[in-house]
């Protein structure tokens, strides 16, 4: 009898983000605080489909589509909002979306022409420790997320004042958003290596398949 990849546990488990990712969605513009927990439970399950994955066996090109898309679909409808919050900011935010899914996307492909097992094998030094330590992945994934999600906050109110800097007042989520740009900014030239190395090997294989075409 064939497996039902759709039954896959780390699918369902793909399947509860997209849940929570429309949840937060709906909850956007009207409950900062529904959003806020749906939308980082959402970032915070994505660590675990890729672990029963392995541990189960249950590996498949579908669930990794799966995860991208929910991904980029979740973090990309909050930078709209953002982009909404922030007007003034509204190029940043394009060109951050931009960034984000043709990078990614790019970088799915060019491992499915290869025939990669996986998107997660590169030969990229960055990339090979992006994916290969799951610490690494945990804080560069959920700090690019937290940083969204406190500039989100900051729209509604600075929060709590954690201290004063020169009578100047450092509220809870402007500290969270200090905290966490680092993160944000290297996950941004992870997502340019990304768009680098991908077009490289696109660029590898039509050489190749030209050569056999001429030959």
Same mark, same amino acid.
């Given at each position: 009898?064939?497996?039902?990849?759709?039954?896959?546990?780390?699918?369902?488990?793909?399947?509860?983000?997209?849940?929570?990712?429309?949840?937060?969605?709906?909850?956007?513009?009207?409950?900062?605080?529904?959003?806020?927990?749906?939308?980082?439970?959402?970032?915070?399950?994505?660590?675990?489909?890729?672990?029963?994955?392995?541990?189960?066996?249950?590996?498949?090109?579908?669930?990794?589509?799966?995860?991208?898309?929910?991904?980029?679909?979740?973090?990309?409808?909050?930078?709209?909002?953002?982009?909404?919050?922030?007007?003034? %900011?509204?190029?940043?935010?394009? +060109?951050?979306?931009?960034?984000? *899914? !043709?990078?990614?996307? $790019?970088?799915?492909? /060019?491992?499915?022409?290869?025939?990669?097992?996986?998107?997660?094998?590169?030969?990229?030094?960055?990339?090979?420790?992006?994916?290969?330590?799951?610490?690494?992945?945990?804080?560069?994934?959920?700090?690019?997320?937290?940083?969204?999600?406190?500039?989100?906050?900051?729209?509604?109110?600075?929060?709590?004042?954690?201290?004063?800097?020169?009578?100047?007042?450092?509220?809870?989520?402007?500290?969270?958003? %200090?905290?966490?740009?680092?993160? +944000?900014?290297?996950?941004?030239? *992870? !997502?340019?290596?990304? $768009?680098?190395?991908? /077009?490289?090997?696109?660029?590898?294989?039509?050489?190749?398949?030209?050569?056999?075409?001429?030959?």
């Amino acid at each position: 009898m064939a497996e039902n990849v759709f039954l896959f546990v780390p699918n369902l488990i793909g399947y509860v983000r997209i849940f929570l990712a429309i949840l937060s969605f709906y909850y956007m513009a009207v409950s900062p605080v529904i959003f806020a927990t749906c939308y980082l439970l959402n970032a915070f399950l994505d660590q675990f489909d890729g672990y029963f994955a392995r541990r189960q066996g249950q590996v498949s090109k579908f669930g990794a589509m799966l995860d991208m898309l929910t991904d980029r679909c979740a973090t990309t409808c909050l930078m709209v909002m953002l982009s909404e919050f922030f007007p003034s %900011y509204r190029v940043v935010f394009q +060109f951050l979306i931009s960034l984000d *899914i !043709s990078s990614h996307w $790019l970088h799915m492909y /060019s491992s499915l022409i290869k025939g990669d097992q996986s998107h997660k094998i590169t030969t990229n030094f960055f990339l090979r420790l992006y994916y290969s330590s799951w610490t690494v992945l945990f804080i560069m994934c959920m700090g690019n997320e937290l940083f969204f999600v406190a500039l989100y906050f900051i729209h509604f109110s600075y929060g709590p004042t954690v201290f004063t800097v020169n009578n100047v007042s450092v509220g809870w989520w402007s500290l969270v958003a %200090y905290v966490n740009f680092p993160i +944000f900014f290297l996950k941004q030239l *992870i !997502s340019v290596i990304h $768009l680098v190395t991908a /077009s490289q090997d696109v660029v590898a294989y039509d050489v190749a398949e030209r050569r056999k075409t001429s030959s």
